[in-house]
């Protein structure tokens, strides 16, 4: 889903690092729900050294507000185990929950693109993620 826009300012150098990352994380991220765009040097970069998180979903973003959801401004919470907390290594966890599932058929939620995890101040077990669209 990329924009004309998009298109036109990449370079030939830039279009070819973005297919060589979009084709190796086909193979290790399988979801149908959500598009992994972090940089693939920084996909091992390890987050917390924490060993129980929680990946906190929020539905706050404008989709579920314009379109009335009831479950706008709800929480759903992923329970993340492991000894190497690597974007990789959550984001797969997170696909075995099958995160950003459409939660509400009658909403279209155009926030697929997974660009980080934010750290929740003062809260060193739950991370947010970064969803654009
Ligand atoms: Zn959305």
Do not use: W
Not at 38 to 43: A, E, F
Not at 62 to 75: A, E, L, P
Not at 80 to 106: A, S
Not at 108 to 132: A, R, V
Request: aromatic letters at 14%; a negative charge.
């Amino acid at each position: 889903m990329t924009t004309n826009r998009q298109i036109q300012k990449e370079t030939k150098k830039e279009r070819i690092k973005r297919e060589k990352q979009e084709a190796i994380y086909n193979d290790i991220f399988k979801t149908d729900y959500f598009i992994v765009v972090i940089d693939l040097n920084k996909i091992e970069d390890i987050i917390t050294t924490e060993k129980n998180i929680f990946i906190k979903h929020k539905f706050s973003c404008c989709c579920y507000d314009i379109q009335n959801s009831s479950y706008y401004n709800h929480s759903k919470f992923y329970h993340i185990q492991g000894d190497n907390m690597t974007y990789k290594f959550i984001i797969q966890e997170l696909i075995k929950q099958d995160f950003n599932k459409p939660i509400d058929n009658d909403i279209i939620c155009n926030h697929k693109f997974f660009e980080g995890i934010d750290t929740i101040e003062g809260n060193n077990i739950q991370f947010e993620p970064y969803l654009s669209s």
